[in-house]
């Protein structure tokens, strides 16, 4: 069973930085691509990132770009994205998720809550 | 960027009724559109790929219908576990994008 699990996600200051981290279990690491996608209740789903099956390739949303990286270590089967000069409208439940390059979303984590406030 | 517009927002629903939701995108995308449904307090679950391909495991229930810009997700005889949002999902271009979401109140 394909599981996804993330953590890290906490209430930070405006300007501040966060890592979050996905455990994946079930599936082999490097035969996905992965992404992060944030949700809102204003914005609703917005993808934010994604890294091909190596880590060789990255792209990330327009309004995280040069702010957000994401990475990931094969051997860990584990997914990280670093988070720095935070704003306030990257306050969002944050979902770790099987695809990129793939194109479709198969499967999501249960989510970890970044809340940026002052 | 890919706009993705569903309608409707917002139905109101009755078991066994059968529901459509449609998903317009902004310029054409293929087939490369997919379907997910979330729950309240869980995370988006895969429905249908590539317009039309069921995920394992889905009901038969769910079927999705399109290609170029225009897309369809329906509900047959709608059951009470399917009170749910429905997102549509374009992967033809990144960057990737999400419909505003569809609410069915059962």
């Known amino acids: 069973e394909v599981q996804l699990e993330e953590s890290g996600g906490r209430v930070v200051w405006p300007g501040g930085s966060l890592r979050l981290s996905c455990a994946g279990s079930?599936?082999?690491?490097?035969?996905?691509?992965m992404s992060w996608v944030r949700q809102t209740p204003g914005k609703g789903l917005e993808w934010v990132a994604g890294?091909?099956?190596?880590?060789?390739?990255?792209r990330y949303g327009d309004s995280v770009k040069g702010r957000l990286t994401i990475s990931r270590d094969n051997a860990k089967n584990s997914l990280y994205l670093q988070m720095d000069s935070l704003r306030v409208e990257d306050t969002a439940l944050y979902y770790c998720?099987?695809?990129?390059?793939?194109?479709?979303?198969?499967?999501w984590g249960q989510g970890t809550l970044v809340t940026v406030a002052s | 960027e890919i706009v993705l517009t569903q309608s409707p927002d917002f139905q109101s629903v009755t078991p066994k009724d059968t529901v459509t939701i449609t998903c317009r995108a902004s310029?054409?995308?293929?087939?490369?559109l997919h379907w997910y449904q979330q729950k309240p307090d869980q995370s988006p679950k895969l429905l249908i790929r590539?317009?039309?391909q069921s995920f394992p495991g889905v009901p038969s229930r769910f079927s999705g219908t399109g290609s170029g810009t225009d897309f369809t997700l329906t509900i047959n005889s709608l059951e009470a576990e399917d009170g749910a949002t429905y997102y549509c999902?374009?992967?033809?271009?990144?960057?990737?994008?999400f419909g505003q979401g569809t609410k069915l109140e059962i």
């Open positions: 310029q054409t995308i293929g087939i490369n």
């Open positions: 999902h374009q992967s033809s271009s990144l960057p990737y994008s």
């Open positions: 998720v099987r695809g990129y390059g793939e194109g479709v979303f198969d499967y």
């Open positions: 590539f317009a039309s």
């Open positions: 079930g599936f082999k690491s490097d035969d996905y691509g």
């Open positions: 890294i091909n099956w190596n880590g060789e390739a990255t």
